[in-house]
């Protein structure tokens, strides 16, 4: 059973930073592509952003140019930093591969709110 361990969330005022890690148990994370995704009340579940096996990027056009994901293979570990945060970016954030292949963790809540 994999485990995805998110954390780093908070409570932050507009134009504010948070910086996210998941942790992944998976011998394979190394294989799969990576993405962050969100979902606020009464929304569905959003890809936010991808990250490929050698580092290629891509972002929803909502946080594009704010949030820059990362990974790093040897920890098992994929980050988010945003920044220029907003009030619309108030959400549960997950992590999983882009093929969304493992059971959900938890989640890190980020709410954005003066």
């Known amino acids: 059973q994999v485990q995805l361990v998110e954390s780093g969330g908070g409570l932050v005022q507009p134009g504010g930073s948070l910086r996210l890690s998941c942790a992944v148990s998976?011998?394979?994370?190394?294989?799969?592509?990576m993405g962050w995704y969100r979902q606020a009340p009464e929304n569905e579940r959003e890809l936010v952003a991808t990250?490929?096996?050698?580092?290629?990027?891509n972002y929803a056009d909502s946080v594009k140019g704010r949030f820059t994901i990362s990974r790093d293979n040897a920890k098992r570990t994929v980050y988010l930093q945003m920044n220029s945060l907003k009030p619309e970016d108030t959400a549960v954030y997950y992590c999983?591969?882009?093929?969304?292949?493992?059971?959900w963790g938890q989640g890190t809540q980020v709410t954005v709110s003066s």
């Open positions: 990250v490929s096996i050698d580092g290629r990027t």
């Open positions: 998976a011998m394979s994370f190394m294989l799969n592509t």
């Open positions: 999983n591969t882009a093929s969304m292949r493992w059971l």
